[in-house]
Structure formats: structure tokens, C-alpha cells
């Protein structure tokens, strides 16, 4: 880490691990710079997408054969919800949540849009998507925690209640891989994806995974078809035949840069355990909200996230009318969170390399902006391109 800097933003960026920076160093001078075009065999570049999606299956309850990692979280999104939606003919309805995460809903919305039938996006309150599943839902589209709050959906339950009604589930883990254990198979989870960039620090941009479970791989079918995903990609058919399994999901060639410094950063979240990690979040984020309750009362906080532990990930956050401007001032304090629209300063504890001095020195920090009210400076609500 920066010197004297407390991250607290690994939910939206991991941080550069040794491994990582280790393993591009050798790629880039090595692989790329000695073997060329012959890496492709030679370092297995070719088998990068299924061998890092294999390491991914290991922390959310997966087989490794049903993970796959190659495209953004927004392209693969596209690709699995609208193999989902295929999996449903004469289901006409895609359901998610209100508060879901932009492109999520962006994203469905042209699945619906492309849709040889006619679709409908219906976008219910969080609190209401159990009972909005009937016998219309082709897909539940939901992130399992939520990027604003934290709060976490059940889902076991969610799951149960949509095979109930014959619909299948898609989960977005981007704010739980490497945040909290996730059991896909216990769950009986049908699909999911996640971000590779974020509690998995693969590096900015690194790519996301599918999963889809092993019952669904016979029927599946995506809609990206490309040359990497055929079963024999170079044969140079003229006609599409997909790859088996979930090597169909691929479409073009791997990012072989940015997959090989996820394949690098996975370890050090699987060296740790997950279960080992999620007791250190949830003690991280209790401390944090304890220190914060307490040094910045009167300040005009609430505390946006769900107070109990079972239903919050790995991140805190809280309400403030002029939260844009506090984060902005925090930074200069060499404290990092980020702020989301409208009111929301958002404080990730991602435990892996968060310490508990760090809570305790952001909390102060913290308590310090507010009471010196050092961001009411007009400077601090100046908004750049990313917040
Ligand atoms: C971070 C995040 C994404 C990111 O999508 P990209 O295509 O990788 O930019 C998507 N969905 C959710 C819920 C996220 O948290």
C-alpha cells in the first residue's frame, strides 16, 4: 500500500498484490517478450479462461468445470441472462430489483430489447421480490449485495422461491467473491457472475466469470457466438458448432495480460480461506461502525448498511447530505472510500489487507472532517469523471 494511506475502496479497486505484479512482470518479459506467439501452447494461454475460472469455483461453492472468466462483467451479464432467458421460451417477463447496479438493469434491458419474444423488464423494491416471482418470470436478475448499502440478499431462499415457480436466478457476486463465502451449490444457484477487479484485485479491467451450474450446460446457448467459444476453434469452420460446457461462453480471444495478474492475485484469497476472511470482515466493519457511531455523533451520519452482520457484506456505508464533499476531504487525509450517488460514502473493508488500526485511524479521521467542518472548502465539491 501507498505509504500512510488507508484503502478503504477495494470493493470498486483492488490493490496491486506482489503476486500479481511478479506474475505480469514474467508474462510481459517472458511469455510475450520471449514466446511470442507459441505461449498460446507453450505458457497454456489458450487454457487461461477455464484454469482461472477453475481457481474462482473454489470460493463460491462451484465445480471448477462450471466457471469460466474472459469478458467484462457487463458482457458476461449480457451473455449468461440472455442464455437464462432462452432457457424459458414463453416466460415474458426478466425481474430485478430497483436498486440494482446500472449496467445490470442497462444490460437487461437489451436482453429484452433483442428478445424474439416479447420481454419485460419488471424492476420491484428489494424488499418485494420474493412474492413478485410468478409463473410469468423467466429470470430473477439480482446482485447479491447491494453496491450502495451492502445488504445482502438470502440466497438460499430467493433461489428456492424461484425453482418454486419455474424461473431460473441470476446472481452479480461482484461485491462477494472474495467478500464473504458464497455456497453456489448448496444454493442450488442456477447462474452467476462477478467482477475480477474488485475483492479479487485481478487488476483494473481484469475480467469477470460466468458460472452456470452442470445441469444447465447441455441446453445452453449464448448469444456472442464466436470463434473461441466453438469446439474447435481452429479448424476455421465456416459454420458455428459451440464449445461443451461452459467453454461456449467465450467469444474472442482471452486478455491474457489482465487474466494472468488475477490468476496471480486469486491465490492469495484462496491461501486465506474465505471463512477466515469473512471473520475478519465482519469484525472490521463492526469495529468501524462502533468508532464511527460513536466519535461522530450529532454529525448528520445514519448508517446506510443493515446492522446486522448476517445481512451485510464486506463494506460500510453512510448517509450524509454533503457525503461527496466529506469523501473528498477525507482524501486529503489520505483516507480512501468513495461516494455514490445521492448520499451515500461508501467505506469497503476488504480483509485481506485491511487492518484494524487502519478502522480505527479512518474513523478519526473521519471524526475530524466532520467536526472541523474542513469539507464545507468549495474545493471538495468539485466532481471529476469518476467518483
Ligand atoms: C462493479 C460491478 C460491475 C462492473 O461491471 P464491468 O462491466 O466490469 O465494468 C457490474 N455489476 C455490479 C453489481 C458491480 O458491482
Known amino acids: 500500500m501507498p505509504d500512510g494511506v488507508i484503502y478503504l475502496d477495494g470493493n470498486s479497486l483492488g490493490p496491486l498484490s506482489r503476486a500479481a505484479r511478479d506474475r505480469l512482470r514474467e508474462v510481459v518479459d517472458s ?8 505461449s498460446w501452447t507453450e505458457a ?4 487461461l479462461p477455464a484454469r482461472v475460472g477453475g481457481k474462482v469455483a473454489g470460493l463460491i461453492g462451484a465445480e471448477p468445470q462450471e466457471v469460466i472468466t474472459c469478458d ?116 442450488d444457484a442456477d447462474m452467476a457472475v462477478g467482477c475480477g477487479y474488485k475483492y479479487l484485485n485481478g487488476g483494473p479491467g481484469a475480467p469477470a466469470w460466468a458460472f452456470a451450474a ?20 481452429f479448424e476455421f469452420s465456416g459454420r458455428y458448432e459451440p464449445a461443451a460446457g461452459m467453454r461456449q461462453m467465450l467469444t474472442g480471444t482471452p486478455p491474457v495480460l489482465a487474466l494472468s495478474s488475477l490468476d496471480a492475485s486469486l491465490d492469495d484469497v484462496v491461501d486465506a480461506g474465505m471463512d477466515r476472511l469473512r471473520t475478519k470482515s465482519v ?52 483516507v480512501i472510500g468513495d461516494f455514490r450517488a445521492p448520499d451515500i460514502m461508501r467505506f469497503g473493508f476488504a480483509p485481506l489487507y485491511t487492518r484494524f488500526v487502519d478502522v480505527w485511524d479512518a474513523a478519526e479521521k473521519l471524526a475530524e472532517v466532520l467536526e472541523s467542518g474542513t469539507w464545507r472548502d468549495p474545493r471538495f465539491s468539485v466532481r471529476g469523471a469518476v467518483t
Not at 31 to 38: A, D, K, N, S, V
Not at 44 to 47: E, F, G, K, Q, V
Not at 138 to 167: F, I, P, Q
Not at 315 to 321: D, G, I, N, Y
Request: overall charge negative; aromatic content about 6%; charged content about 20%.
Open 72 to 187: 467484462s462483467t457487463s458482457i458476461t451479464l449480457f451473455k449468461l441472462l440472455a442464455a437464462a432467458r432462452a432457457l424459458r421460451p414463453g416466460r415474458r417477463v426478466l425481474l430485478t430489483d430497483a436498486g440494482n447496479f446500472p449496467t445490470d438493469t442497462y444490460i437487461a434491458e437489451s436482453v429484452a430489447d433483442i428478445s424474439p419474444e416479447a420481454i419485460e423488464l419488471r424492476q420491484v423494491r428489494a424488499d418485494a421480490i420474493i412474492e413478485a416471482i410468478d409463473d410469468e418470470t423467466a429470470v430473477v436478475s439480482l446482485t447479491h449485495v447491494n453496491y450502495r448499502t451492502g445488504a445482502v440478499y438470502d440466497m438460499a431462499a430467493v433461489t428456492k422461491s424461484a425453482h418454486a415457480r419455474g424461473a431460473l436466478v441470476l446472481w452479480d457476486l461482484s461485491h462477494s467473491a472474495g467478500a464473504l463465502p458464497v455456497d453456489l451449490g448448496a444454493c
Open 283 to 334: 469484525a472490521l466493519c463492526e469495529l468501524f461502525i462502533r468508532q464511527v457511531e460513536a466519535r461522530c455523533a450529532g454529525q448528520g451520519l445514519a448508517l446506510a448498511s443493515p446492522r446486522d452482520a448476517v445481512h451485510r457484506g464486506s463494506q460500510v456505508s453512510f448517509r450524509h447530505e454533503d457525503g461527496f464533499a466529506v469523501i473528498r476531504a477525507l482524501l486529503e487525509s489520505k
Open 31 to 38: 511469455e510475450w517478450g520471449q514466446g511470442l506467439i507459441g
Open 44 to 47: 497454456n494461454w489458450i487454457n
Open 214 to 233: 452442470s445441469r444447465l450446460h447441455p441446453n445452453l446457448a449464448q448469444p456472442l457466438t464466436g470463434w473461441m467459444g466453438h469446439q474447435a476453434p
